[in-house]
């Protein structure tokens, strides 16, 4: 087995392409990679990947399960939760998805977004007649182009 350390590569200043593999990741520009995903196409890695996620607790004293690139959960009130990143969005133009209910089974809620800013997420969460309240699960993940 052979075996390369380097510290540093250096590409030229023209498109890149490395192949590990079988699967080529492309270099066509500064801070843009893209590699092969399914079949043919190709998947941007910078706008491709999430910048942020969260497993919520929505219960009691509200609290991360888990999460990724966030630094404080608030509770808000009454199915009003507010989720703060570590490293900023550059701008409200960021895609969202949630998901949760009262048990991990549970599919009948209703969500909405509250407020939307750059530096954190405001989720509002109803039951299915639309009456706010609490979540024990909530999940969502967040893409967009970080500050």
Sequence with gaps: MS????????????????????TPVVSSSANSMTIRGEGTAQTSIQQGLAKAWVNIDGTGTVSFRDSFNTSNLTDDGSGLYTTSFSNDFGNVNY???????ESAAETTYQMGTASMVADSHQVQL??????VTDRNYICGTFHGDLA
């Design 126 to 131: 109803k039951n299915a007649a639309g009456t």
């Design 3 to 22: 075996e390369i350390i380097l510290d540093t590569i250096t590409g030229k200043s023209t498109a890149t392409t490395i192949t590990i593999g079988s």
């Design 95 to 101: 895609s969202f998805t949630y998901c949760g209910g």
